[in-house]
């Protein structure tokens, strides 16, 4: 009886480091998002994109890693929820608007606004709770800044391009529109995790390449943004979601 008693008071301090660590593990993206922001300071573009793909790495699995550990019961104090709204917001949002105001990616006088713009819509945008649909969507631009902009360092546009984009994503931020999570939505989720994969691919060769990849590599990132894009946009796909989610 002794050792079972002594087992059963151990169990749960061995769930609650388990739990513990996946919160430490999700809030180690700020530390990337500190990095990032530091090498962007310095004007090292690419480098700041890997750290933010390390970030991006880190909310990509954390999620599988808290349900398995059971986070939400094994460590009720702490929300995971809100600790990884924390995080992206400094990871997808703030590191990228720094970007843009200091990048040269559009005149001063453009670059200021575009970027409030970002931070503002992405701060209300996090705080919306019917920001994801029932069939488990996003409900407007997810505000997924850091993609975005990694695009306007990959591809030679002009400053009123980058400046429109930024606006018009903006303004999407607020629509009844839908755009596709990766891992949640049940539509065709192989073809856009098998997308996703190769996308974090191009997009690794491209900062190794310091953002001056190959064209076809270039080509392939581009695909792959457009199929993210158009995603929940198509009229049809909308129609028959009730048949196939």
């Not at 008693?5 to 769930?15: A, H």
């Not at 990509?60 to 929820?81: F, H, I, K, Q, Y």
């Not at 994503?169 to 098998?194: N, Y």
Request: net charge positive; glycine share 8%.
């Amino acid at each position: 009886m002794a050792v079972t008693t002594k087992s059963l008071g151990e169990r749960p301090t061995r769930r609650h480091a388990l739990a513990f660590a996946v919160h430490l593990f999700t809030a180690s993206g700020a530390v990337c998002g500190l990095m990032a922001l530091m090498a962007a300071v310095e004007g090292h573009w690419a480098l700041m994109f890997a750290w933010l793909g390390a970030a991006l790495f880190v909310d990509g699995v954390d999620g599988t890693m808290a349900r398995r550990a059971r986070v939400g019961e094994v460590l009720p104090r702490w929300s995971g929820e809100t600790l990884d709204l924390v995080v992206d917001y400094l990871t997808y949002v703030l590191v990228p608007a720094f970007a843009v105001a200091t990048g040269g990616l559009m005149p001063f006088w453009m670059a200021v606004p575009a970027s409030a713009a970002i931070l503002l819509t992405s701060a209300l945008y996090f705080a919306d709770t019917a920001m994801k649909t029932d069939d488990l969507y996003f409900q407007g631009f997810p505000a997924v800044w850091n993609l975005v902009v990694f695009y306007f360092f990959l591809l030679p546009l002009n400053s009123w391009v980058v400046g429109g984009t930024v606006a018009l994503l903006s303004v999407a931020t607020f629509l009844p529109i839908k755009f596709v999570h990766p891992f949640r939505v049940v539509r065709l989720r192989l073809l856009t995790i098998a997308l996703l994969a190769l996308w974090a691919v191009l997009a690794a060769a491209a900062v190794i390449d310091g953002l001056r990849p190959p064209g076809w590599i270039v080509a392939g990132l581009c695909v792959c943004a457009v199929y993210f894009l158009l995603f929940g946009l198509i009229p049809w796909r909308r129609l028959r979601m009730g048949h196939d989610d």
